[in-house]
């Protein structure tokens, strides 16, 4: 069945430095969601992605999707330690019904 | 807006034991989804309802498992018996959904941590 990769798994950055997590899957997406979770949170909605190529802009984080509907990643300029949590990207695929969630990307910020 | 609402937010139980485990959707949300969290697995879905019909339940682990939702503003997941393997964080999820629910933003409430002994 499909299945949505993301890597790195962890990535540990001094604030400051930018830090990207990507996310590649093995059918084409109609569309692809971007989650965080903060440490013993829950997940909380970042973005939608739905064109193919499509670029969105949070202050600074870029997310990107891909030209052909099978990858995306997200990237933060000058991380902050306030930016500390799980991403994970989830794909809807183009039939049926589930979302496929990532198995995230664990980001530590150390000032 | 309270968000999603769940109960309890932590369970400890023994191993046979009958769990359920409650969720409120926010109102007027009519898509509602059970998620399992493990370190090992990830995040997966276990259910999907819409208008209050089991649309999806393809990744309920077996029959152990079993999910309802009387009406639109309650869910319960119950498992029966329970198994030390089902020690996860549990999600209920919500949305309005205006196209079948798929591409729709996903309200996620603050889990269930259950551990069975």
């Known amino acids: 069945g499909q299945q949505v990769m993301q890597i790195p798994q962890y990535q540990h950055v001094q604030e400051g430095e930018d830090f990207t997590t990507y996310c590649n899957s093995s059918?084409?997406?109609?569309?692809i969601q971007w989650y965080k979770q903060r440490p013993g949170g829950h997940p909380v909605f970042l973005i939608q992605?739905?064109?193919?190529?499509e670029v969105k802009k949070q202050k600074r984080l870029t997310f990107q999707f891909g030209e052909a509907k099978k990858n995306s990643s997200l990237h933060i300029t000058a991380t902050q330690t306030t930016d500390v949590g799980t991403y994970f990207c989830?794909?809807?695929?183009?039939?049926?019904?589930?979302?496929?969630f990532g198995k995230g990307t664990s980001l530590l910020v150390t000032p | 807006d309270a968000g999603v609402i769940q109960s309890p937010r932590h369970e400890v139980t023994e191993m046979g034991q009958e769990v359920t485990l409650r969720c409120k959707p926010i109102?007027?949300?009519?898509?509602l989804f059970w998620y399992r969290q493990t370190m090992m697995r990830g995040l997966e879905l276990l259910i999907y309802?819409?208008?209050?019909?089991?649309?999806?339940d393809s990744g309920m682990p077996e029959d152990r498992f079993s999910a309802k939702m009387p009406n639109a503003s309650f869910s319960t997941l119950k498992i029966q018996p329970s198994e030390p393997r089902d020690s996860a964080v549990y999600f209920c999820?919500?949305?309005?959904?205006?196209?079948?629910?798929?591409?729709?933003?996903?309200?996620f409430g603050p889990g269930t941590r259950l551990t069975v002994l």
């Open positions: 999820a919500s949305s309005s959904s205006t196209s079948g629910g798929l591409t729709d933003t996903q309200y």
């Open positions: 059918t084409t997406l109609s569309n």
């Open positions: 992605l739905v064109k193919s190529g």
């Open positions: 989830a794909g809807w695929r183009n039939s049926g019904y589930a979302l496929n």
């Open positions: 109102s007027g949300h009519n898509s």
């Open positions: 309802f819409n208008n209050n019909v089991p649309i999806d």
